[in-house]
């Protein structure tokens, strides 16, 4: 495998389950990020890891929760999501400052695209 | 809160035609990227502007970024309907730390055969 994977693609889940997505990264990076894309918006930044420490989170609710439990991996787990929920979640990885000659070009995986009923 | 609009939204052009999209914030950035994004994909990087006033070329694509740093273009020559796709600007601000970018909503380009 190389670059950035996600699974699953595709996720159908009611307002009660429990879910996780997930993310891997094959090249080296030690930053990574999970976006949300909804229709008619622009991408959303929710969480930032950093060398496996969680750096920013854009006023997430609470029912994401991620983990990064090393620079290689990183999940984002579901509860009680609401339909409004629904969109492309995109994860994504970087080489992270001071690296000042590297801006932040960040490498995407293809997305879980979620449905809450 | 930085925002970056991108114009047009929709572009809907037959092939061969030449197009320029936009990219524009009231803030000045330390770089900014373009990425094309295809139905049911991630985005992919094109390039990463550093400079005021660079010029760069990707084959048929031309980036340019502002003398200030706060807006950019994107011209496409003798468009192709491998074009076609969502294209997005994403600025990184002066201090941004191991930040994520800040992204405008993008230009969804068609280009029809």
């Known amino acids: 495998e190389t670059g950035v994977t996600q699974t699953p693609r595709h996720l159908v889940m009611g307002m009660t389950n429990k879910k996780s997505l997930k993310c891997e990264q094959h090249?080296?990076?030690?930053?990574m990020y999970w976006y949300k894309q909804s229709a008619k918006k622009p991408l959303e930044l929710m969480f930032v890891?950093?060398?496996?420490?969680?750096?920013e989170n854009n006023s997430v609710p609470s029912r994401f929760s991620p983990e990064c439990p090393n620079s290689s991996h990183l999940f984002l787990h579901l509860h009680t999501l609401q339909p409004e929920d629904s969109a492309l979640y995109l994860c994504?990885?970087?080489?992270?400052?001071?690296?000042?000659?590297?801006?932040?070009?960040?490498?995407f995986g293809p997305g879980t695209r979620l449905t809450v009923l | 809160t930085q925002l970056l609009e991108q114009s047009p939204q929709f572009l809907s052009i037959q092939e061969g035609e030449n197009l320029t999209v936009y990219c524009n914030s009231s803030?000045?950035?330390?770089?900014l990227q373009w990425y094309r994004q295809e139905p049911g994909e991630g985005p992919v990087l094109l390039v990463t502007?550093?400079?005021?006033?660079e010029v760069k070329k990707l084959k048929r694509l031309t980036f340019q970024f502002g003398d200030a740093r706060k807006d950019s273009s994107l011209h496409i020559t003798a468009a192709q309907p491998g074009d076609t796709g969502l294209y997005l600007c994403?600025?990184?601000?002066?201090?941004?730390?191991?930040?994520?970018?800040?992204f405008g909503k993008g230009t969804h380009l068609i280009i029809q055969p």
């Open positions: 502007v550093v400079t005021g006033g």
């Open positions: 994403a600025g990184m601000y002066s201090g941004g730390g191991a930040d994520g970018l800040t």
């Open positions: 890891y950093s060398l496996e420490e969680r750096v």
């Open positions: 803030s000045v950035f330390s770089s």
């Open positions: 090249l080296g990076h030690n930053a």
């Open positions: 994504a990885s970087s080489h992270s400052p001071p690296e000042v000659e590297i801006y932040n070009e960040q490498f």
